[in-house]
């Protein structure tokens, strides 16, 4: 039996392989595309029979039967505009819907290929953790340096109480309160990231949990940001 879809054409019907135009007078083309005996049943109760699409029913499903009585096809209602506007809108949820499920799939079975067991995610975890704690490191020494280098520049600063430094020793102060600005700036960064990252990697294993303990790819909620 072949069944007829509707299309999102306006006054469309769709069959595999097969557009039968939805009007009072069918192209001839449709026509000879799919021949039978059309029956339908009016609303008010009269059973029609027609070699076409019969256009007293056109709201109405119409049966496509063979010669010998058998069905051959069933052709849906017409939709009206608002019929038409409402599952263009239904089609449009339901594609989003099926590809964002396919792309969570694809993104968790990624997810397990990388990592599968938590003694691999670990690797990864403590590794990323450790470039920023070197980071930080990195910056702390700096900070030292820097104060250590100011020592000489605030003795020298005692000499001039009251006077206007000279030039090159405020240049040289200024310097030094800029770059020890700097870094502690990058500290206070670099412990913002600590934390994303900490976070991050938390919630990517609980999902992992679940997909290694059988939750199928795809099935869990998204990981809340």
């Known amino acids: 039996m072949q069944v007829l879809f509707r299309s999102r054409v306006i006054g469309a019907w769709v069959g595999p392989g097969l557009v039968l135009l939805c009007c009072a007078v069918l192209a001839p083309a449709a026509q000879a595309a799919i021949t039978g005996i059309y029956t339908c049943t009016t609303p008010d109760g009269r ?3 027609s070699d076409r699409i019969i256009p007293e ?3 109405r499903e119409q049966r496509v039967l063979n010669s010998d009585g058998s069905l051959k096809a069933v052709v849906p209602p017409l ?17 989003a819907e099926r590809l964002a499920l396919a792309d969570a799939q694809r993104r968790d079975r990624n997810l397990m290929l990388r990592y599968p067991n938590e003694a691999a995610h670990r690797k990864v975890r403590d590794a990323a953790l450790d470039d920023i ?13 820097l104060a250590q280098e100011r020592v000489p520049l605030t003795n020298e600063q005692e000499f001039y109480k009251g006077k206007p430094l000279p030039p090159k020793l405020k240049q040289q102060l ?9 870094q502690r700036e990058l500290i206070e960064n670099q412990k913002v990231e600590l934390v994303r990252i900490t976070a ?6 609980a ?9 199928a790819p795809g099935s869990l909620p998204p990981a809340k940001k």
């Not at 200024?174 to 700097?182: I, V």
């Not at 991050?200 to 294993?205: A, N, P, R, S």
């Not at 992992?208 to 939750?215: D, E, R, S, Y």
């Open 200 to 205: 991050l990697y938390d919630v990517e294993l």
């Open 174 to 182: 200024d310097a030094n309160d800029a770059a020890a600005e700097a």
């Open 79 to 95: 939709m009206s505009p608002e019929e038409r506007a409402e599952q263009e809108i239904l089609d449009r949820k339901r594609n």
């Open 133 to 145: 704690n070197k980071a930080m490191r990195i910056s702390q020494n700096r900070l030292k340096e």
């Open 207 to 215: 999902r992992l949990k679940q997909l290694w303990g059988g939750a």
């Open 47 to 49: 059973k029609l029979t």
């Open 57 to 59: 029913c056109a709201a």
